[in-house]
Each structure stands twice: as C-alpha cells, then as structure tokens.
C-alpha cells in the first residue's frame, strides 16, 4: 500500500501542471465530480488493492491469465450499461471463459480437497481487481464524451492517492523503519511504476479508451498473458500446472466467442444483407 500511495502520489505531481492547464478549458461539472471520484476508486484503489493482496498469494501466471478474463467482463457490462449488441454466440463464449477461470482458479481441486488456501484466494482476489477495473472503464468511457483523457487521469490518480494514505500511514506505524531498508534497485523500480505503469500507461489507455469501445480497448489485454508467462517462467522460476493450462484454453477460446466472435458474427450479417 505505501507503494501504492508513492506511485500515484508522484504521479499527481507530474500530471498537475498539464490538468490544470486543460483545467481553463473544461469546467467539471459538479454533478460528473461522483462519477469522476467513482472512476479513481474503481480502478486505482480497488483494482490496485485487490490486485496487490492477490498477486502476493498466487503465481504471475495465475495473475496473467485470469486478466484475461477482463474481455469477457467488458462484454457483459457494456451490454448491460451501454446498450452495446450481443449474440448467442458471445454468451456461450462468456460460459466458457468462466468455467475456465473456474479451473485456474482451482475450484476443482476445492471440491476434491486438493488445493492451497492461500492461491486459491490470491486468484479470486484477481478476478475481483479485474471486475473492478472493467466497472471503471465503463464509467470513466462515459466520463471521456464529456471531458479530456488528462483530466479523467489525472482525478483518478488524486483519489488513489487520498485513498492509500490510511493503509500506507497503518504500514509506517506497524514497520517507521521500512523506508531505510529501500534499496537503489528499489526506487529504480518506484520510477518506472510511477512513469510508465502509471502516467504512461493509464493516460494512453484514457486517452484510447477514448476513442474507441470498452471492449476493444480491453481485447488488448490478450499480450499481457503471453508476456507475463514467458517472465514468470524465466525470471520467477514459475511452473504452469496442468489445471493452468487447461484453463488457460478455455478462457482464450471462451475470449475469442466472446469478443472477436462478436465482430465477425457482425461482419457475416452485414455481408448477408
């Protein structure tokens, strides 16, 4: 959590100068300002926090291929909230991606009595982040018809900051010594996460996210998995257990119906008409 509340801290820093320089351009209306606030707490805290607790009680691999389940969330909430079409065919890829996620996160091996307490929770608290994260993206793509991608940003990371200071100030009193035991390596890292993890790519997915559909923003979350896997293998020494790898097929061939299905299903029908 303090390097939650760090990361987007120094975040703010580097995006005041450009928010209110588009800030004399755009008046924020008080009535968007819950809508704005939710965007932050959706994405930033929740998902963060979610995905932070998870990710220290499961694997990478676990992490990289149950993000991919966010496509799938997509298509439900941008059915549900935006109005945007679905076929038979995307459902039925829905019920296969979710019995996918099923299998990895070892709900099998729960009803035999076979699993680890602790992965299997880190895996459901993956989920929940990516939930948390599709829910923002919905609100924040009708916040971004009204306002720019820096403003929308730019909230987002203040309510993150604002929201990890309690955690963060709780870590400080139950460890005042962890800031000394920060090494070089340790703020190389907190520099990337605040310029690229944060600034650079929250700003550019607002910012594409803005010109185009939540679904086909999320279906680029199809390169993190592969990327994820090959470091976890190479680096962390990770495995990928059969239970893995037999979710993993169910949950791309369940993000195929449910997404990419849906645009050539659309495609065909254009075609026969």
């Not at 909430?77 to 038979?88: A, D, P, Q, S, T």
């Not at 990770?238 to 990419?260: F, H, N, Q, R």
């Amino acid at each position: 959590m303090s390097l939650a509340l760090f990361r987007f801290a120094f975040a703010c820093i580097l995006l005041t100068p450009f928010f209110f320089a588009q800030r004399r351009q755009f008046k924020i209306e008080r009535a968007d300002l819950p809508k704005l606030i939710l965007v932050g707490i959706l994405i930033i805290t929740l998902n963060i926090t979610f995905f932070f607790e998870g990710i220290t009680r499961t694997t990478a691999i676990n992490a990289s291929i149950l993000t991919m389940f966010i496509p799938i969330l997509s298509v439900l909430l941008g059915w549900w909230f935006l109005k945007e079409k679905i076929y038979l065919i995307n459902l039925l890829g829905i019920f296969i991606g979710l019995f996918g996620a099923i299998v990895v996160i070892e709900i099998p091996q729960l009803l035999l009595g076979n699993f680890s307490t602790q992965q299997l929770l880190g895996n459901v608290l993956i989920i929940l982040a990516s939930l948390m994260w599709v829910a923002g993206a919905v609100i924040s793509r009708q916040m971004l018809a009204k306002y720019p991608s820096m403003i929308v940003t730019a909230i987002a990371f203040l309510v993150g900051t604002i929201t990890f200071l309690l955690p963060a100030g709780k870590e400080y009193l139950e460890n005042p010594n962890w800031p000394a035991q920060v090494t070089f390596l340790g703020l190389l890292g907190l520099a990337y996460m605040t310029l690229l993890s944060s600034v650079s790519a929250y700003f550019l997915f607002e910012w594409g996210l803005s010109k185009t559909s939540v679904i086909k923003a999320d279906l680029f979350q199809y390169i993190e998995p592969g990327v994820a896997t090959i470091l976890a293998i190479t680096i962390l020494g990770e495995k990928a257990s059969i239970p893995l790898m037999v979710g993993s097929i169910l949950i791309i061939a369940g993000v195929y119906l449910g997404t990419l299905a849906k645009e050539i299903h659309h495609r065909r029908k254009i075609h026969r008409v």
